[in-house]
């Protein structure tokens, strides 16, 4: 690795060229001045014609320079060192975790997001269901798989499972996850140093078209990207041209994605698009127990049942809640019980105490109740769904609230108080036309009161 380093420095590589092309070598022997390089890229054949032709002097130069003397560069590829008598049965299996274990970190993954971790509930079953049948035959179903939702709902962790569970069936399959950004960032880096352009370029292709589960998170991002719009729609057509697998996620739907090309969103749209809600109490409750399992803690219940109450519309603070209170009862050696979880969290939950109705906790209420974030009913966004939540909301904190419409369309970042009378008289008329509704704002206004 010195070698290749002071290899890349010197004769200024870039990264991806330097990690198609180089990072794949690995002395193999050196005897009587002949070193002997393994070239262990996906390429093989083509790869090893071409590091010949391209670096073989530049490398003899770097190596002659370390080593002080002359030398002779031989290139040969794994199986031509195959038939060494060497290995028993026991190395063979070494070697395969081995490989795993580097094919797993080849494909960004990371080894806690697998399915076994993934409580299934109402909130995800139709998203990990679809995940499974993508990660059981890959671009053969369901293809694109798009799934959407809100923060820390569990859509990195579906991603990464469909990965870990193609890599644990086959080890040789190929598969990268990334987020858009990265690819963003990588694509600029790449066509920001002009020399070599032609050839990182089409390393940067290789790199995602030579797979057969893409995983791209995030894809938001590309939001008003239009260049990277363009390369990621051929990439795109690429893989899907050639029956590769493709999962994305988002924070919205793609109809909701704005400053997207109308194309992606198309082809987003022609596989299968399913999304993840906010859990339920039960969901939340099973996901507590099964992180304790995991860490082998003995928790209350009523300690469980507490955070489960309380932290609801993102699992990765629910699960925050609970390693804060692990931590705080390590370095403070107490046991852990409710008043101890009530006080370390005391900063994290509002206090039970305040039970004066605000905007802001109806906003909470009624987007727990329609499985959205707070954040997101509290926005510009004008999906059905979401609109149609903010006028309950809006009709509540007018009926319990003595707050102004100018204030009520502030808390929902709704500049003109117009739109919140407007709001607050459909829902009005609607209870009056329709029990179903009157019931569910009734519902709403009971989990208020409880909280
Ligand atoms: P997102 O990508 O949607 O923002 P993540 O996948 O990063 O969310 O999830 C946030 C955290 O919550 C992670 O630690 C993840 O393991 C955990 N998590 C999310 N959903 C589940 C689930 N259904 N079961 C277990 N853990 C989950
Ligand atoms: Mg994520």
Redesign the pocket.
């Known amino acids: 690795p010195e070698i290749l380093n002071t290899f890349k420095q010197d004769y200024d590589i870039s990264d991806v060229s330097f990690k198609t092309w180089i990072k794949p070598l690995q002395v193999k022997s050196f005897e009587d001045n002949v070193v002997t390089l393994v070239y262990q890229g996906e390429t093989e054949m083509l790869g090893l014609q071409y590091i010949k032709k391209k670096y073989q002097i530049p490398l003899k130069v770097t190596i002659e320079e370390i080593m002080k003397m002359e030398l002779e560069l031989q290139f040969v590829l794994p199986s031509d060192i195959k038939d060494e008598p060497s290995e028993t049965e026991e190395h063979i299996t070494i070697n395969e975790s081995a490989s795993l274990t580097s094919r797993i970190a080849e494909a960004n993954l990371n080894s806690?997001?697998t399915f076994d971790?993934?409580?299934?509930?109402s909130?995800?079953i139709l998203a990990?269901d679809t995940s499974l049948a993508v990660a059981e035959s890959p671009g053969g179903i369901y293809n694109p798989l798009f799934?959407y939702?809100?923060?820390?709902?569990?859509?990195?962790?579906?991603?990464?499972s469909i990965g870990h569970f193609v890599l644990n069936k086959n080890p040789n399959a190929k598969v990268l996850y990334t987020t858009s950004e990265s690819f963003t960032n990588e694509l600029i880096e790449t066509l920001r140093n002009k020399s070599g352009n032609q050839q990182e370029m089409s390393d940067f292709r290789a790199k995602y078209r030579n797979v057969d589960v893409l995983l791209i998170?995030?894809i938001q991002f590309l939001q008003k990207k239009e260049s990277t719009q363009e390369e990621f729609f051929h990439t795109f057509q690429y893989l899907y041209m050639h029956k590769k697998a493709i999962v994305i996620?988002s924070?919205r739907k793609p109809k909701d994605l704005e400053g997207l090309e109308d194309r992606l969103v198309n082809r987003f749209e022609s596989g299968l698009t399913v999304d993840?809600q906010s859990?339920n109490y039960e969901?939340r409750m099973?996901?507590l127990k099964?992180?304790v399992e995991v860490e082998g803690i003995d928790i209350p219940n009523d300690v469980l049942d507490y955070i489960s109450t309380n932290v609801i519309f993102?699992?990765?603070e629910?699960?925050g809640s609970l390693t804060k209170i692990i931590a705080f009862s390590k370095i403070s050696n107490q046991t852990i019980d409710l008043d101890f979880a009530k006080d370390v969290l005391k900063d994290y939950i509002s206090p039970e105490e305040d039970n004066t109705i605000t905007c802001k906790k109806i906003i909470e209420v009624v987007a727990d109740h329609f499985g959205i974030s707070p954040n997101d009913l509290a926005s510009k966004k004008r999906s059905k769904e979401i609109a149609y939540a903010r006028q309950v909301c809006m009709y509540i904190c007018k009926t319990l609230t003595d707050e102004t419409n100018k204030k009520i369309g502030l808390a929902l970042h709704k500049d003109n108080p117009s739109t919140v009378i407007y709001g607050v008289n459909q829902i009005k008329e609607e209870m009056a036309r329709d029990i179903n509704t009157k019931n569910m704002v009734e519902v709403i206004i009971k989990k208020l009161n409880t909280k």
Do not use: C, W
């Open positions: 806690k997001y971790t993934f409580v299934v509930g909130n995800n990990h799934i939702g809100g923060v820390g709902l569990g859509k990195t962790h579906l991603m990464q998170d995030d996620s924070d993840i859990p969901t099973a996901i099964k992180k993102n699992i990765r629910l699960e």
